[in-house]
């Protein structure tokens, strides 16, 4: 579960609330936004980081490629589109990115590890159609 330990039941549960009524922006994973859309709704989940909301749980709720896994990955760099390894690197482990534009979508990323030619990170990402 990603809830983390640290976090009393009520934090958990009134964030939550919230994040269900955000989560009301778009039910439907396949969907694709404009880029206006996109970029918008990233900067929303953003501030939700900002303020203290699990990655994990944000992830789950809004990532276009988040399965159970809280969006994470483990990717051969050389595999990376090159904005989005240079976003990774700027990172260490732990550190969450502000919002960026990679060539199919927007994302923010938390490092777990680099190491050698392997990233590992968290995901989250907005597609958004031209």
Request: glycine content about 2%.
């Given at each position: 579960m990603c809830v983390d330990k640290k976090y009393p039941m009520k934090y958990v549960l009134t964030s939550?609330?919230?994040?269900?009524?955000?989560?009301?922006?778009s039910q439907d994973k396949t969907?694709?936004?404009?880029?206006?859309?996109?970029?918008?709704?990233?900067?929303?989940?953003y501030q939700r980081i900002v303020k203290g909301d699990d990655f994990c749980i944000l992830?789950?709720?809004?990532?276009?490629?988040a399965a159970d896994n809280c969006g994470e990955s483990t990717e051969q760099v050389s595999k990376l589109d090159k904005s989005f390894y240079e976003e990774l690197?700027?990172?260490?482990?732990?550190?969450?990115s502000q919002p960026?534009?990679?060539?199919h979508g927007y994302h923010i990323v938390q490092v777990n590890n680099i190491s050698g030619?392997?990233?590992?990170?968290?995901?989250?990402?907005?597609?958004?159609?031209?």
């Open positions: 939550l609330l919230s994040l269900l009524t955000l989560a009301s922006f969907a694709l936004f404009s880029e206006k859309e996109a970029s918008e709704k990233i900067n929303t989940v992830a789950k709720i809004f990532s276009d490629n690197a700027k990172l260490k482990p732990g550190q969450v960026f534009k990679a060539s030619q392997t990233a590992s990170y968290k995901e989250i990402v907005i597609l958004y159609s031209n």
